[in-house]
Each structure stands twice: as structure tokens, then as C-alpha cells.
């Protein structure tokens, strides 16, 4: 079985919005999740946070309903398995005291701590070296696109 993989919404827009940095790790990411050929999981906001994203840079509204239905059939035939909020959401709330993160960065690391593995993304806050090394302590390997593909895509 492969290392599990926690995605963040940062990475999975880069999915659906051309053009954007690391573009070229991200869709070999995504091919990989299509293909099952790592475990993936997200936190269960993952969608709602992409579509936001994809919103507030201007993306047509057509190809966002496009965008929906492919993480609804991601989720539906089990490509990517989403944790539930109820599950992290008080670990959450230690992050955000212990760490000082944004309620949405929490989540996703908490899912990261619960489902173990490697958490990809591309959010700062979430690289920062402090972050980093905390999840690094309790198991996860926290990287970015070009992290990923270097160590394990």
C-alpha cells in the first residue's frame, strides 16, 4: 500500500486553473489520484475551499460546475476519501492555539496528524519551518508540490 496523502485545496486547484506555479507536479499528482495509484484523502471543506478559491480569481462559472462534478465523482467512486470535520476539529482547535493557524489551515493538518502520511500543499502558512518540524514530530511529512514529486512521485 502506498504512503497516504492528504491534499490541500491549494494543490487541488492547480488541478483546474491553468497557468498557475507547479502546474506540471500538480496534474502528475492529480494522474496519480485518478489512476489510484497513491491513497489520497481530504479534509472534508477541501471542495467548498476550492471552489471559493477558483471564485476569487475569476473563474468562469461554467467550468467551476465542471470542477464540482469531478470532486463529487472523485469522492463518489472513492478516488480521494474525505475525513469528516467532526473528526480533527478539536485537534484543530489545539493548532490553532498551539500554532497560531488559521481555522482552515488547522483543519487541513489535522486531518494530515489524523490520516498520517505526507500532507501536500502549497500554502505558506502550512511550510512555515515550525509547522514543519510539529508534524514532522507526530509522523507527518508536511511538502509542497516539488517536495512530493522529489521524494515520492
Do not use: C
Amino acid at each position: 500500500m502506498s504512503t497516504p496523502v492528504v491534499l490541500d485545496s491549494s494543490v487541488v486547484v492547480k488541478w483546474f486553473k491553468a497557468g498557475e506555479e507547479r502546474e506540471g507536479e500538480a496534474l502528475l499528482l492529480k494522474s496519480k489520484v485518478l489512476n489510484m495509484e497513491v491513497s489520497a484523502f481530504i479534509p472534508e471543506i477541501l471542495p467548498l475551499e476550492v471552489i471559493r478559491a477558483l471564485q476569487k480569481a475569476s473563474y468562469p462559472k461554467e467550468k467551476m460546475e465542471k470542477a464540482i462534478v469531478v470532486m463529487r465523482m472523485l469522492e463518489h467512486h472513492h478516488v480521494w476519501k474525505a475525513i469528516p470535520l467532526s473528526g480533527v476539529r478539536w485537534r484543530g482547535i489545539e493548532l490553532v492555539m498551539e500554532l497560531g493557524l488559521y481555522a482552515s489551515d488547522a483543519i487541513v493538518l489535522s486531518t494530515g496528524l489524523e490520516v498520517g502520511g505526507v500532507l501536500i500543499t502549497e500554502d505558506h502558512h502550512l511550510l512555515k519551518e515550525r509547522v514543519v518540524r510539529y508534524a514532522g514530530e507526530r509522523g507527518l511529512d508536511v511538502v509542497d508540490l516539488k517536495g512530493w514529486k522529489e521524494r515520492y512521485g
